[in-house]
């Protein structure tokens, strides 16, 4: 028997890079998400799709503890999980985020330019002498490789002498190339730029030795998420001296760490951080990629001429060569500085001269420092675009004026999700929407906006062809803010709009609209439609909504009825002629009679001798949203029927016997079950919330109001944190 200890295995890099790709995919979201509250137990393997229990996938903390574990077992293991690990970055706590800020930007006060080069070189020439004989022998031959790179790296790259170029008083090194005297480069683009000089010397000295990437110690150039969802400074015992001038989250932090991540795709902002989205910020984050190749750069023609300081040509250059940014949330952002910032963009980098210029005399007519910038700049006719970005959230970025909101906008033309709920966008950016001929909206959100008209609904819904193929459709409105659509214009979306026709939509929200019940007839059937608004509807009988859900949307799962029908109104309103008052108990009675009964439950069938599957419920109706009067009058509920709050103030009448749950062992997936045991897992979980009486977290409830940006789930995505709470928490 053979005692000797065993060794490890040493797997090649790629097998290692690809196992820790698929830890961190695990964790991932599916494109089909659950319509439930995630479940962070573990109950099992996640298997199908879409599956609230088992999840559809890993709890991201499982995948990021794994992936940590495998950067202990040695060095080759660290460089593979280690990017993975830095991929997504989701701000919490103060300290984090200068932990972070200390870990990803450069300290120059710290560690200068030069030792940085000079570390960096002298590393790469020891790497290359471990692979080449001469080199490793040689003490004087390795001094000699190294003094070459240097002095490639620090002559400008100039094929014509630049006293033939431009007088000497003018003379400047050339912008191309990023020059080691810059007081303040980016970390990841110096060590590009060193490993490029080195390659160079050893294709012509040692053409036969192999030269790693030179190695960065900052993981800033692994990061593609970067979110302040989940940042907040309450209960720090902080005076508002110090929540003023003692700031966290500053500008100039948020600069520093952003030109270090070339690769960051997805940004998150809240209000709780929104002072610090200066101008600088603002460039960083919507400049980076194509629009700094194409706009900004002194070329020939009708481009730009640029006349500034050569620290903005070398961020141009920089940006020129990260990555377009995919996803912006920008939720709730309102404070001056943002609004001030994202004035100046748009007047400097999006509208043209005249036009901004007009802009500044009638909003900001004290803010000098845009103008001197502009002085130096004559712009080309036409307007910046950003074609990288395909999903924008505005919501509630309500402190932003129409004439800057509408460049902004249009200045994006691969949008696909675009939420602009609470916001002043007026008809004019609905029209110049609609008239977009690259512009294909898969979820649109336009809630609470109440300088759009009817008409603009209709026309961008019906006549334009940016609406085509649109997913999701979020056009909520309450008693204080109710949708501007005429009883005719609404008769159009619904019979012409191709969404609709179509038969797409899977999610749809016509809160506070004129829907009546031959209106609900014209509906084309709705296969695909999973939550649907129709709150703030007073005159609609429940039996129409019981009809056109049996007959025209079956799959329907969740359903909104707060402050809806005369039958449930509790009482609050007025009766008509020859009516009594209602009650709170008689609502309670005729939402089971007419809705959750005929919807809800299997029709009755009876066998002594055939074991036939029982029948199906008519529809898959299980969540519905009620008014808090109405969830009152229903107490404990009814059978498995319980009543879920949020953390603010929603709530839902829950069926907890049923969900869509993974069958194991039939290979079939998941199936939505209306009668799960009350020991089973799932069943327990919805117990518990309703058992919280709203003493929740905020990414708990269903069909929610703001749009999921970072990840593209839109609508029928799941947040929490503060986009948790605007999503489920609070009614507008």
């Excluded at 009067?629 to 929603?650: D, F, H, P």
Aim: aromatic share 6%; proline share 7%.
């Amino acid at each position: 028997m053979n005692t000797s200890p065993s060794r490890p295995l040493h797997y090649p890099s790629e097998l290692q890079n690809v196992i820790c790709t698929c830890i961190y995919s695990f964790c991932l979201q599916a494109d089909v998400p659950s319509l439930d509250p995630l479940i962070q137990r573990d109950y099992g393997t996640p298997t199908a799709l879409p599956s609230s229990l088992p999840g559809s996938s890993w709890p991201e903390s499982v995948a990021r503890r794994t992936l940590a574990n495998l950067c202990l077992v040695n060095h080759t293991w660290y460089e593979a999980a280690k990017p993975w690990l830095w991929t997504k970055i989701e701000v919490r706590l103060p300290i984090t985020w200068l932990s972070l800020v200390e870990e990803i930007a450069w300290d120059y006060d710290e560690e200068t330019v030069d030792q940085v080069i000079d570390t960096t070189i002298k590393a790469a020439v020891k790497a290359a002498a471990r692979s080449s004989r001469s080199l490793s022998v040689s003490r004087d031959h390795r001094k000699s490789l190294e003094e070459s790179i240097f002095e490639t790296f620090a002559i400008p790259n100039e094929s014509i002498s630049p006293e033939l170029l431009s007088p000497a008083v003018s003379r400047d090194p050339s912008p191309r190339r990023l020059r080691p005297k810059s007081k303040s480069p980016a970390r990841w683009k110096l060590i590009r730029s060193i490993s490029d000089a080195i390659q160079n010397v050893l294709v012509q000295r040692e053409p036969s030795v192999y030269m790693p990437t030179p190695n960065d110690p900052r993981p800033g150039r692994f990061v593609r998420h970067l979110d302040f969802n989940h940042f907040r400074t309450i209960g720090m015992r902080r005076s508002i001296d110090e929540g003023v001038h003692g700031r966290f989250v500053t500008g100039d932090r948020v600069e520093a760490i952003l030109k270090e991540m070339p690769n960051l795709a997805v940004f998150g902002a809240t209000e709780y951080m929104d002072g610090a989205l200066t101008l600088p910020v603002l460039k960083e984050l919507f400049l980076r990629g194509a629009p700094s190749r194409g706009r900004g750069r002194p070329s020939r023609g009708r481009s730009p001429v640029i006349d500034i300081r050569d620290t903005e040509e070398e961020d141009r250059e920089r940006r020129r060569e990260s990555r377009d940014l995919e996803a912006v949330d920008l939720t709730g952002c309102v404070s001056a500085v943002f609004v001030n910032a994202l004035t100046e963009f748009v007047n400097t980098y999006v509208l043209p001269q005249a036009e901004a210029e007009t802009s500044d005399n009638e909003g900001n007519a004290n803010d000098l420092s845009g103008r001197q910038l502009r002085r130096g700049v004559r712009f080309r006719e036409e307007p910046l675009t950003i074609p990288g970005l395909q999903r924008l959230g505005l919501r509630g970025v309500k402190s932003v004026m129409s004439r800057i909101l509408s460049p902004f906008v249009l200045a994006f033309p691969s949008l696909t999700h675009l939420d602009l709920s609470g916001t002043r966008v007026t008809p004019d950016i609905l029209l110049a929407l609609g008239e977009s001929s690259t512009v294909r909206l898969q979820s649109l959100a336009l809630a609470r906006c109440v300088r759009l008209t009817s008409t603009s609904f209709k026309t961008l819904l019906v006549d334009s062809q940016v609406t085509n193929e649109l997913r999701e459709l979020n056009l909520y409105g309450d008693a204080t803010f109710a949708t501007d659509l005429s009883e005719s214009h609404l008769r159009d979306i619904i019979t012409k709009a191709p969404c609709f026709t179509k038969g797409i939509l899977t999610y749809l929200d016509l809160s506070s609209a004129p829907l009546t019940r031959d209106l609900l007839n014209l509906f084309r059937p709705q296969p695909k439609l999973r939550s649907l608004g129709l709150s703030h509807i007073p005159h609609i009988e429940l039996k129409a909504i019981s009809d056109f859900l049996k007959t025209k949307a079956p799959n329907v799962e969740i359903l909104t009825l707060v402050s809806t029908s005369p039958e449930l109104d509790c009482g609050l309103r007025p009766p008509t002629a020859g009516a009594q008052r209602g009650s709170a108990r008689q609502s309670s009675v005729t939402l089971h009679t007419q809705l959750i009964r005929p919807l809800c439950t299997p029709p009755f069938s009876f066998s002594l001798t055939s074991r036939s599957p029982s029948a199906l419920p008519p529809t898959n109706l299980r969540v519905v949203e009620l008014s808090t009067i109405l969830l009152a009058g229903l107490g404990a509920g009814a059978g498995a029927w319980r009543i879920i709050k949020s953390k603010g103030g929603r709530g839902w009448y829950v069926d907890t016997a049923s969900g869509w749950v993974a069958q194991f062992g039939s290979g079939g997936g998941s199936v939505l079950r209306r009668d799960l045991e009350p020991d089973h897992p799932f069943r327990v979980e919805m117990e518990k919330l309703s058992n919280a009486n709203g003493n929740v977290t905020s990414g708990v409830g269903w069909h929610a109001r703001k749009m999921e940006i970072l990840h593209g789930h839109g609508m029928l995505g799941r947040e929490d944190g503060l986009y948790g709470a605007a999503s489920f928490a609070h009614q507008g």
